[in-house]
């Protein structure tokens, strides 16, 4: 499975930016997508996660309200589309893949297949 995330950028706080992954390869029906988070100086975060049948989403409660993660299985691409960003959103945005669905929003070490990270700056 391969993920290539794009879309970050520096922006203003409150602004909004979208985040794209396309995932290509031995894909299977029955896992899921996320995107992970890592500041500088702390752990990764897990911060959306979508199951790639049946379409649940998980949030984290740092982004709850202000993300949105989606999916197009015709494009084989998950979206977050990060709206009120706060200086705190700044890191480096990860998107990974898992073979097994979620059923809460699971930790960063639970995903197989990792993407390169993309830059999201956001200042005051």
């Known amino acids: 499975v391969q993920l290539q995330a794009s879309g970050g950028g520096s922006v203003q706080a409150g602004d909004s930016l979208r985040l794209s992954c396309k995932v290509s390869?031995?894909?299977?029906?029955?896992?899921?997508v996320g995107w992970i988070r890592q500041a500088p100086g702390k752990e990764r975060e897990s911060v959306a996660a979508?199951?790639?049948?049946?379409?649940?989403?998980f949030y984290a409660d740092s982004v709850r309200g202000r993300f949105t993660i989606s999916r197009d299985n015709g494009r084989s691409t998950v979206y977050l589309q990060m709206n009120s960003l706060k200086p705190e959103d700044t890191a480096v945005y990860y998107c990974?893949?898992?073979?097994?669905?979620?059923?809460?929003?699971?930790?960063?070490?639970?995903?197989?297949?990792w993407g390169r990270g993309t830059q999201v700056t956001v200042s005051s």
């Open positions: 990974a893949a898992r073979t097994n669905r979620m059923v809460v929003l699971t930790a960063p070490e639970t995903y197989a297949y």
């Open positions: 390869g031995r894909t299977t029906s029955n896992g899921a």
């Open positions: 979508v199951n790639w049948s049946g379409g649940r989403l």
